[in-house]
Structure formats: C-alpha cells, structure tokens
C-alpha cells in the first residue's frame, strides 16, 4: 500500500466495524462524506469482542 501524502484524499474503502454494543456493522468513506473523518485502525486479533 502506498503512503498518503497529507492534505492528499483517501480513495474509498468498505470495512467492517465494530460497534459498542459488540455488533458489526459496513462502513464505506464515501457514506461519511461532508465532514470531518478520522480512521483509527485497531487489530481485534486477541482482544475480546
């Protein structure tokens, strides 16, 4: 994968999230677009949940 450069835009992804209430649901960057978007990426690999 290649580095972003900043201010660059980030091509659109679908990811599968987690949710407090321990449900997953499909989150694409183009749905959240008009705002503000932080990604934060956290392996769920040996955690609970």
Do not use: I, R
């Not at 679908?14 to 694409?28: H, I, N, R, W, Y």
């Not at 183009?30 to 503000?36: C, I, K, N, T, V």
Request: zero cysteines; charged letters at 15%; glycine letters at 12%.
């Amino acid at each position: 994968m290649a580095a972003f450069e900043p201010g660059a835009k980030a091509p659109d992804f679908t990811l599968a999230a987690a949710m407090p209430d321990g449900s997953e649901t499909q989150v694409s960057l183009s749905g959240l677009a008009g705002g503000w978007v932080v990604v934060f990426v956290y392996p769920k690999d040996s955690t609970s949940g």
